[in-house]
């Protein structure tokens, strides 16, 4: 093939990416720093279209617990396209002092294996331009693992409190009308 051809089909290959980005809503289009780790995640790039199951964590809340229901979602549903995002918060008082704590408290003791985020603050004036808009198209986290559902546009379709379990009734079928509206 020659540099004129190869230069032709570049632009061409380059099409359906610059459609998805142009389709990611703004308050997705963020590059995150993972737990414990020097990657970045950029949320667009990585889940562009899928549906999202977003939660603000604490390592040392009561509800700590849910992060095992929250990883049995995780496995049930991420064949078919549902993506949990864990954002750890000290903004409740409840979070470990440091990012090694935490991911311990996550990886080890809980065995997640979806994706954590470094921590940041989901509520009031500092909190991430994420969590802004996860509030202005429901409503703020209350209390650590507060779960917004949020389809593959990028709207907030249901949000539950910290008392609502992953494991729950309500939650579960909120999950599956999610993750089944999205296929």
């Given at each position: 093939m020659t540099l004129a051809r190869l230069?032709?089909?570049?632009?061409?290959?380059?099409?359906?990416?610059?459609?998805?980005a142009a389709e990611c809503p703004e308050h997705l289009d963020v590059t995150l720093k993972k737990l414990r780790s020097s990657d970045s995640l950029n949320l667009c790039e990585a889940f562009a279209g899928r549906p999202l199951?977003?939660?603000?964590t604490a390592s040392h809340c009561g509800f700590t617990p849910?992060?095992?229901?929250l990883e049995a979602i995780h496995r049930a549903y991420a064949e078919r396209?549902?993506?949990?995002?864990?954002?750890?918060?000290?903004?409740?008082?409840?979070?470990?002092?440091?990012?090694e704590k935490t991911a311990e408290i996550c990886y080890i003791n809980y065995g997640v294996t979806f994706t954590m985020f470094a921590p940041l603050s989901v509520?009031?004036?500092?909190?991430h331009p994420l969590f802004r808009e996860l509030a202005r198209q429901s409503r703020a986290p209350g209390w650590n693992f507060t779960k917004y559902l949020v389809d593959g546009d990028g709207r907030v379709v249901q949000?539950?409190?910290s008392r609502v379990a992953p494991d729950s009734?309500?939650?579960?079928?909120a999950v599956e009308a999610l993750v089944a509206a999205g296929e």
């Open positions: 230069a032709l089909l570049i632009p061409l290959l380059l099409v359906p990416l610059l459609a998805v199951l977003i939660v603000n849910q992060f095992k229901s396209g549902l993506v949990v995002l864990g954002f750890p918060s000290d903004d409740f008082r409840q979070e470990a002092d440091s990012e509520k009031g004036e500092d909190a949000h539950f409190p009734a309500e939650f579960t079928a």
